[in-house]
C-alpha cells in the first residue's frame, strides 16, 4: 500500500510540475511575464523537491519513476488539450 502511494504522490507532483511548466510556456508567448516570473518561482520548489528525493530515497524504484513520467506527460497534455485559453 505504501508503494501505491508514492507512486500516486509521484505521479501528482509530475503533473503539477508539468501543468504548471506548460502555462508557463503560454504566459511568456502571449506575453505575461509576471505571471510566469511567479509559475517560475513554484517550479523551481518542485524541482528541487524532486532532485531531493531522487538522489536519496528512491533506491532503484522504477516503477516509481515511470509515475513521475506519466504524470509529466498527463499533466502536459490536459492543459495542452482540455484547458481552454
Do not use: C, D
Amino acid at each position: 500500500m505504501h508503494f501505491i502511494l508514492q507512486a500516486l504522490g509521484y505521479f501528482a507532483v509530475g503533473f503539477v510540475e508539468m501543468f504548471l511548466a506548460t502555462q508557463r510556456t503560454y504566459w511568456i508567448s502571449k506575453g505575461q511575464s509576471k505571471k510566469a516570473a511567479l509559475l517560475v518561482f513554484f517550479e523551481n520548489f518542485i524541482a528541487i523537491f524532486i532532485i531531493y528525493e531522487i538522489a536519496n530515497n528512491l533506491h532503484g524504484n522504477f516503477p516509481i519513476l515511470v509515475a513521475y513520467a506519466a504524470g509529466n506527460a498527463i499533466g502536459t497534455y490536459i492543459n495542452l488539450e482540455k484547458v481552454p485559453f
